[in-house]
C-alpha cells in the first residue's frame, strides 16, 4: 500500500485504482474479443476466414441459401416458441401455488421443482433420450407432419425451462401486497375477477421475463436437443456443432451473428422488464 | 491553548461532480478535550471526521495530528481510531478477537496482546462475553465492543460517529455517562460528531457547529445557548424566538434598531452589523402577565395568547402579537394548583429584560 | 445453459422472505390447489423423474443376450451392478479424476479471474455499475456452442493468438485439443457465474468493516485476507459450486476444445449413448455424475450452514 493517498481519494476508492483498470480492461478484453471477432469475421470475403480482406455480406447470403442451416434455423424458432407458450403456463402456475399456499413438505417440494436447474445437462439429456426410446415417442413421432414431429425436443425443453419461468415469477410475486387482493374483495370482485384483473396485471412484468427467459434457454439449448432430437429434426445449435465439426467457416460467423443478435436482444428486453419496479411493494 | 493534539487548517473536500462537503474549515483541538461536531445531517461533520481518521481524504488543506501533517496518510498509520455508527464489530470474531485485531495486525506480542485485551474488555465491563460472537449481543453490547477495540490500540485521538443514534433511549442516557467516565479514565482526546444537541451539550467540552460544511461557531456549551454567534447556531440550539429587525442608526457600540411588532429598540454589541439584524430571546427568559408589567427598561409587548401547550414541568404558552413573529414563551408550572393560568384566546402582556436578548448579525 | 438461474434459485431462496405473510392451507381450497399445481408436477414427473427412473434401471442392467449373441436393442434388466464396478475401473477411475482436477483448476481460475472483477464492479463509480455488470453477464446469454465455437476460431494453429504470437517470432503453438484448451474455455464460459454471486455478496458487505480494519492498523492485504475473504465466503462457496458443477457434467466444451486428447466425464458417457452404444454402462455413469453433483450441492448446504453468522 502507498504511503500517502491521493488528494480527494478515500483508502477505499479502488475503482480509480490504476491496477484494476488494467485488469479490467484485460479480462473484458479476452471475454469480448473471440466474439467481437466472430461478429467480424461474419463480414470477411475471405473464406477460410484467416484474414481480414474484405466487407460483403456474402456470407449472409450463402447461410440463407443453405437449405438445411435455414431449415434447423426454423425449427429452433418453433421450438423455442412453443416451448415458451407451454413453459410459461405452467411456470407461472406453479409459481402462483407455491406463493399462496403452504402445504407439508414444501420445501422438498420447491427442491424437486430446482432438480432440472442443478443436475447436470447431459444426464437430463440421456435420461430423456432413454425414455423416448423406451416408450417408443422416438420411432412414433417421425412419421408426424411438422412440427409436431419437434414434439419430442418440445417437451424436453419445458421440462427444463418451467422450473425457471417458475423462479422468476415467483420472485416478482414475493412483491404483491396482498391487501391489493383484500380490497379487491372488499369493492366486490369475485376471486375469479380478483385474479385477472389484479394479480395477473401484478404478474404480467414478471411473466414477460419468464417467457423470454425460456425462449433465449430453448433456443440456445444444445445438450439436451443433441440427445433428443431424431435424424430428421435438427436444431439450429446441433446444425452448427456438426459443422464446426468440420471446421471454422464464415458461414457459421453470419448464422452465429444472427443468433447472437436474437438473444442480445431478447436479453436486454428481459432485464429491463426484471429492473425492480418502484410501485407494488407494501 | 496548548499545542493542539488535532489541528484542521484549510481544509475542503470537494466530491467528483461538485459537490462541496466541507468548505475551508479551520479548527484546533486540545489535548484531552471532548470535542463535538455538531450539525444538521449532511453538512460535512462525518466527512470531516472521516478525514481525521484518513478514511477520506481533503481536496485541499492540512490536518495535523500530534504535530504532523497527515492530510494524505492512511488511516493504518495514524494515531486515530473510530467507533463506527454501525459499530461494525467484526461478526465472523468473537469479542476478544475484536479488541485483539488492532493489535495482532501490528505485531504486538501475543502476551501483551491478551493482558491489553483483557484491561480493555474489563473497561466497558464485557470481561464475561468474550467469547461471544458479536450475532449473540445486543446493540449496547456491540457497542462497547467497538469502544474497547479502538481504545486497546491507546490512540492519540478517539473518534466517534454518532455513537448514540442507534441505541434506544434508556441506553442511549447510561452511554453518555459511561462515554463521559470513559474519556476522564483513558484522559485521551474524543472527538464526537453527533447531529443531537442534547447529546452535544451534555457530554463534549467544547463544540464546532458546523451548517452547509463550514463552522459556525466553536465554543463551550453554555457560551454556545448563551452567546449563539449566528442566527442558524441560536435556531439549532435549543428553541429560540427569533424576530427580525432594521437597523435605524448606529453610534458606537450601540445601535438602534426597529423590530418587526416590538417597535423601536436601542442593543449593545460589538459586531458590525449590516442594515438587517434579528432580535433572539430563549423562552424562558420571557414574563408574561395579565397586566402591563411596570418595572423600568424591561421589552414589553401585548399579544393573544394562541396555544397552550401543556408539559408538566413547564408550559409551552405561544402567543402571538401584532405585526410580528408569534414568541413562544416557557412558564414554569411551579404550583400544583394553578397551571401557567391563561387561556388560548386571553389577552396578555409578554416581557423581558434587554439583557436576555441578544442581536444576531448575520 | 439454464445454469445462470441457478444462481437466482439458490440465492432469491434465501431472500425470497414472504414478509411475514401467513399463506393459505392448502386444504382450504383444494381444488385451486390441484388446479395450479397439476400440471407441473405431472411434466416434470412423467417427463422427468420417469426418465430418470428409467436411467436408474437401466444403471443396473445389461444388454440381453439372444442365441449367444449380444443384443443392440434388447436389455436384461436389473441384473446387477456390474456397471458400477465397471466405472471404478482404472481407466474410468481416471477419466472421472482428471475430470474433477480439471473442473476444480477451472473453478479455482474462475475465483481468481472473477474476485477482482467482482470487487472492482462493487467499488466502481454508480455510473459505471450497471454497464459493468452488463458486460460480464451478457456473455452468459450467448449460446455456449458460439462461444466456444469463437474460440476455436481464436486458438487454432492459423488463429489469432498464433498470428499475433507470430508477428514477436513466437510459435505457432497448439492450443487446441489438450488440457489448456479445455481449462480456458471451461473458464472462458463459465467465469460469469463467478462474478454474480460475488458481486452480490461484496455489494452486500458493509464497507464500514473494511474502514474499520484499516482504521485498526491493518494493511489493505491484511485487511483483504482477515476481513473481506471471510466476510464474503458464502458468496466464494456458492460461486465455487456454481462454476464447479456445470465444469465437472461439462460436454461440449471438452468435445470441441480438447477433442480426443482431453476427454472428461460427460464425453465418456455421451460416447456410450451415442458411437459404443452401451447405455447400460453410460446410465451408470450418468448416476455417478449426478451423485457427485448432490454431493458437491450438500457441500455447499453444510458449509453455507456453518457461515451463517457471516453473513450479515
Avoid at chain 2, 449496547?140 to 448514540?164: H, I, N, S
Amino acid at each position: 500500500m502507498a504511503d500517502q493517498l491521493k488528494p480527494g481519494s478515500g483508502p477505499l476508492d479502488y475503482g480509480n485504482r490504476l491496477w484494476l483498470k488494467i485488469l479490467f480492461g484485460v479480462i473484458f478484453f479476452m471475454l469480448y474479443v473471440p466474439i467481437i471477432t466472430l461478429v467480424a469475421f461474419s463480414f470477411n470475403t475471405d473464406r477460410r476466414g484467416i484474414v481480414w480482406r474484405g466487407f460483403t455480406f456474402d456470407n449472409y447470403v450463402k447461410a440463407w441459401n443453405n437449405s438445411a442451416l435455414i431449415e434447423a434455423m426454423v425449427n429452433s424458432l418453433m421450438i423455442a416458441f412453443i416451448t415458451t407458450i407451454i413453459a410459461t403456463v405452467l411456470g407461472a402456475m406453479v409459481a402462483l401455488m407455491l406463493w399462496r399456499f403452504r402445504f407439508p413438505f414444501k420445501g422438498a417440494y420447491e427442491a424437486f421443482m430446482g432438480l432440472p436447474i442443478v443436475i447436470p445437462e447431459i444426464c437430463m439429456g440421456v435420461a430423456l433420450l432413454l425414455f423416448f426410446n423406451e416408450t417408443g415417442m422416438m420411432g412414433a413421432i417421425v412419421a408426424l407432419p411438422w412440427p409436431l414431429n419437434l414434439s419430442n425436443i418440445i417437451i424436453a425443453h419445458v421440462a427444463f425451462c418451467f422450473p425457471f419461468v417458475a423462479i422468476v415469477v415467483r420472485s416478482r410475486l414475493v412483491g404483491f401486497n396482498r391487501q391489493l387482493e383484500e380490497a379487491s374483495k372488499d369493492l366486490g370482485a369475485s376471486e375469479w375477477q380478483t385474479f385477472w384483473k389484479v394479480i395477473v396485471p401484478f404478474m404480467m412484468p414478471g411473466l414477460v421475463a419468464g417467457a423470454l427467459l425460456a425462449f433465449t434457454l430453448s433456443l440456445d439449448d444444445f445438450v439436451i436437443t443433441f440427445f433428443t432430437s431424431g435424424p430428421e429434426t435438427v436444431t439450429f445449435p446441433v446444425k452448427v456443432y456438426s459443422l464446426v465439426r468440420r471446421g471454422v467457416s464464415p458461414e457459421i460467423n453470419a448464422a452465429s451473428t444472427v443468433l447472437i443478435v436474437i438473444t442480445v436482444v431478447a436479453t436486454v428486453l428481459a432485464m429491463k422488464l426484471q429492473a425492480p419496479q418502484k410501485s407494488g411493494k407494501g | 491553548m496548548t499545542d493542539p493534539i488535532v489541528s484542521i487548517r484549510g481544509v475542503s473536500k470537494r466530491f467528483p461532480g461538485g459537490v462541496i462537503a466541507v468548505d475551508n474549515i479551520d479548527i484546533d483541538i486540545a489535548q484531552n478535550e471532548f470535542f463535538a461536531l455538531l450539525g444538521p445531517s449532511g453538512c460535512g461533520k462525518t466527512t470531516l471526521l472521516r478525514m481525521i481518521s484518513g478514511l477520506e481524504t481533503p481536496t485541499e488543506g492540512q490536518i495535523i495530528i500530534a504535530g504532523q501533517d497527515m492530510a494524505l496518510t492512511p488511516p493504518n498509520k495514524r494515531p486515530t481510531n473510530m467507533v463506527f455508527q454501525s459499530y461494525a464489530v467484526f461478526p465472523h470474531m468473537t469479542v476478544e478477537d475484536n479488541v485483539a485485531y488492532g493489535l495482532r495486525v501490528t505485531g504486538v506480542p501475543a502476551d501483551e496482546t491478551t493482558r491489553r485485551t483483557a484491561e480493555a474488555l474489563e473497561m466497558v465491563k464485557l470481561s464475561h462475553l468474550a467469547k461471544r460472537k458479536p450475532d449473540q449481543m445486543s446493540g449496547g453490547q456491540r457497542q462497547r465492543v467497538a469502544l474497547a477495540r479502538a481504545l486497546v490500540k491507546r490512540p492519540k485521538v478517539l473518534l466517534l460517529d454518532e455513537p448514540l443514534s442507534a441505541l434506544d433511549a434508556k441506553l442511549r442516557d447510561d452511554m453518555r455517562m459511561e462515554l463521559t467516565r470513559l474519556q476522564e479514565t483513558v484522559g485521551i482526546t474524543f472527538i464526537i460528531v453527533t447531529h443531537d444537541q442534547d447529546e452535544a451539550l451534555s457530554m463534549a467540552s467544547r463544540i464546532a457547529v458546523i451548517d452547509k460544511g463550514a463552522v459556525q461557531q466553536i465554543a463551550a456549551p453554555s457560551e454556545l445557548y448563551e452567546q449563539p454567534a449566528t442566527r442558524f447556531v441560536a435556531d439549532f440550539i435549543g428553541k429560540v424566538n427569533l424576530i427580525d429587525a432594521k437597523v435605524l442608526s448606529r453610534s458606537g457600540k450601540s445601535i438602534s434598531c426597529e423590530a418587526k411588532g416590538l417597535g423601536k429598540l436601542k442593543f449593545d454589541t460589538d459586531k458590525t452589523c449590516g442594515d438587517s439584524v434579528a432580535v433572539a430571546v430563549r423562552p424562558e427568559k420571557l414574563k408574561i402577565s395579565k397586566a402591563e408589567p411596570k418595572a423600568a427598561g424591561l421589552i414589553k409587548v401585548q399579544g393573544k395568547v394562541r396555544d397552550v401547550a401543556y408539559y408538566g414541568d413547564t408550559s409551552h404558552i405561544v402567543v402571538s402579537i401584532k405585526g410580528g413573529p408569534d414568541l413562544q414563551v416557557n412558564v414554569q408550572n411551579d404550583s400544583r394548583t394553578g397551571g401557567s393560568g391563561v387561556e388560548r384566546g386571553q389577552a396578555i402582556w409578554v416581557s423581558w429584560m434587554p439583557d436576555d436578548s441578544l442581536v444576531l448579525t448575520e | 445453459m439454464p445454469s445462470p438461474f441457478l444462481l437466482a434459485s439458490i440465492q432469491g431462496s434465501q431472500e425470497q422472505g414472504e414478509s411475514g405473510r401467513v399463506l393459505d392451507n392448502w386444504k382450504d381450497n383444494k381444488n385451486v390447489f390441484w388446479t395450479l399445481a397439476g400440471p407441473g408436477t405431472f411434466w416434470l414427473l412423467v417427463f422427468f423423474i420417469l426418465p430418470l427412473g428409467f436411467l436408474f434401471v437401466m444403471s443396473f442392467s445389461d444388454k440381453a443376450v439372444i442365441d449367444g449373441e449380444i443384443s443392440i436393442t434388447e436389455y436384461d434388466y436389473l441384473t446387477g451392478i456390474s456397471n458400477y464396478i465397471r466405472s471404478v475401473d482404472a481407466l474410468y477411475l481416471t477419466i472421472i479424476w482428471k475430470s474433477i482436477w480439471v473442473s476444480a483448476l477451472a473453478t479455482v481460475l474462475c475465483l481468481l479471474t472473477a474476485y477482482p472483477i467482482a470487487f472492482g464492479i462493487c467499488f466502481a463509480s454508480e455510473r459505471w455499475k450497471p454497464l459493468l455488470l452488463l458486460l460480464v453477464v451478457l456473455p452468459f446469454w450467448i449460446n455456449l456452442l458460439i462461444r466456444t465455437y469463437a474460440l476455436i476460431a481464436v486458438f487454432r494453429s492459423q488463429g489469432y493468438v498464433n498470428l499475433a504470437l507470430g508477428t514477436v517470432g513466437l510459435g505457432p503453438f497448439d492450443m487446441l485439443y489438450n488440457n489448456f484448451a479445455v481449462i480456458f474455455g471451461l473458464v472462458y464460459v463459465y467465469m460469469p457465474f463467478m462474478v454474480l454471486p460475488l458481486y452480490a455478496t461484496i455489494e452486500r458487505l458493509d464497507k464500514s468493516f473494511l474502514e474499520a480494519s484499516l482504521d485498526l492498523g491493518a494493511s489493505q492485504f491484511t485487511t483483504f485476507l482477515k476481513v473481506t475473504v471471510p466476510l464474503t465466503m458464502p458468496g466464494i462457496i456458492t460461486g465455487v459450486i456454481l462454476v464447479f458443477i456445470p465444469c465437472l457434467g461439462s460436454f461440449l466444451t471438452p468435445d470441441l476444445l480438447g477433442g480426443a486428447n482431453a476427454i472428461m466425464i460427460g464425453n465418456v458417457i455421451e460416447r456410450q449413448f451415442k458411437a459404443a452404444n452401451d447405455w447400460p454402462f453410460g446410465a451408470a455413469l450418468s448416476f455417478m455424475l449426478m451423485y457427485a453433483t448432490f454431493a458437491a450441492l450438500m457441500l455447499r448446504a453444510f458449509l453455507a450452514k456453518r457461515s451463517a453468522g457471516v453473513d450479515v
